[in-house]
């Protein structure tokens, strides 16, 4: 998938942080591998090894709240998952899987995280903070022709 032009990731927090996308290559955040593969919904094995963007930092870039738990993450087609912040501190905004480009730059990928739950095409990243009777699935929305992308 192309990126269309002034596409972007937002990630929330007191100081958003914006990154464009295709991301330059004087970026100047820290990069990361994860390595983690998946059955894709096709039935195929997708990449062992996605490098990126570290999540971790960026978020404590954007000053993510202390009190944060979860974390949603949606794609440029509305596609959002919400994801424990453990998790997510480990993953990356990956734009290369096994050594190739990634479709539908970045994915979202981190340990542990099913193929069904990596968001592709990123577009913003929001700290989240549930209450421990609360369902992060509350927060999710799978219905891809909602999409907004800012």
């Not at 963007?53 to 959002?80: C, K, M, S």
């Not at 501190?89 to 479709?103: I, Y």
């Not at 577009?123 to 999409?147: K, M, S």
């Amino acid at each position: 998938m192309a990126s269309t032009p002034d596409a972007h990731v937002t990630v929330a927090g007191d100081r958003n942080v914006r990154l464009p996308v295709p991301l330059p290559a004087d970026h100047g955040y820290e990069t990361a591998t994860v390595e983690e593969s998946f059955r894709c919904s096709t039935g195929d094995r997708i990449a062992e090894r996605w490098s990126g963007l570290a999540v971790g930092p960026l978020l404590f870039d954007a000053d993510t709240p202390e009190e944060t738990t979860h974390v949603q993450v949606e794609g440029a087609d509305g596609f959002t998952v919400c994801v424990p912040i453990g998790s997510t501190l480990d993953g990356v905004l990956a734009f290369e899987g096994s050594g190739r480009n990634v479709e539908s730059e970045p994915r979202f990928a981190a340990p542990g995280i099913s193929g069904t739950r990596t968001v592709k095409g990123v577009r913003r990243i929001v700290p989240v903070t549930l209450d421990p009777g609360d369902h992060p699935e509350q927060w999710e929305d799978f219905n891809i022709d909602t999409a907004a992308d800012e």
